[in-house]
């Protein structure tokens, strides 16, 4: 086992685990708060995700990384204000330039060279939940419009579409004109009008009002 490594880990042995809480719950704020960023329009729908949920464990796992690699290298160091400057600075601790080496195969082999650096290793699962969260959010999206066009007319989705454009403050006569145009030109398949509407919807954030619609009409059902 690497000498830092080892180190790490009779940290987390020996020292109290309220400061490891407090790093990895400011790691996992962190977390949150690059997923409501990187998804403004659902920002709530994002954080419910399977990606968003293993994108907040791996960052309290690699900021506890990083704290017990700080009071490994500075005895003495542990303090509340020491955790929660990890916590919110871990990041540009893996920059630093700690690796990950591979354990050897017998004990006279020698694995110099071949280390991982751990801030590499963190951006590759940070893309592979990120790429989750979008996945998850693309099926999502699919599946409510199967069920919008299933269960509300074209007028239907007309009316919410004014309606959410109004509370927006974008209720303009070129909207207005838009969606006038989909609820009557006949000249479109009706289930193509429906897509339309519905992505308009969504598009100006009424996700939730679509589903809160659909709710009632199952309920009427």
Not at 74 to 102: C, D, E, H, K, Y
Request: aromatic share 6%; with cysteine; proline share 5%.
């Amino acid at each position: 086992m690497p000498l830092w490594l080892q180190a790490v880990t009779n940290e987390l042995g020996r020292l109290n685990a309220g400061y490891y809480a407090v790093t990895a719950l400011m790691a996992i704020l962190w977390a949150a708060s690059e997923v409501i960023i990187g998804s403004p329009e659902q920002p709530m729908r994002a954080l419910r995700t399977r990606g968003a949920a293993v994108l907040m464990l791996i960052n309290a796992l690699f900021a506890c990384l990083a704290l017990g690699a700080a009071l490994a290298l500075i005895p003495g160091s542990a303090s509340f204000w020491t955790a929660l400057g990890v916590g919110l600075a871990w990041q540009s601790m893996l920059r630093g330039g700690i690796n990950l080496q591979p354990l050897p195969l017998s004990p006279g082999a020698d694995s110099e060279g071949m280390g991982v650096p751990l801030n590499e290793l963190y951006k590759r699962l940070q893309g592979f939940c990120v790429d989750q969260i979008r996945r998850q959010l693309v099926e999502e999206r699919v599946e409510l419009i199967e069920r919008a066009i299933a269960r509300l007319t074209v007028p239907e989705l007309a009316h919410i579409a004014r309606l959410v454009t109004a509370a927006l403050g974008s209720g303009s006569a070129e909207a207005e004109q838009y969606i006038n145009r989909l609820e009557n030109d006949q000249d479109y398949p009706e289930e193509q009008r429906e897509i339309m509407l519905i992505s308009l919807i969504l598009d100006k954030g009424g996700g939730d009002i679509l589903h809160s619609r659909l709710r009632e009409r199952r309920r009427r059902r």
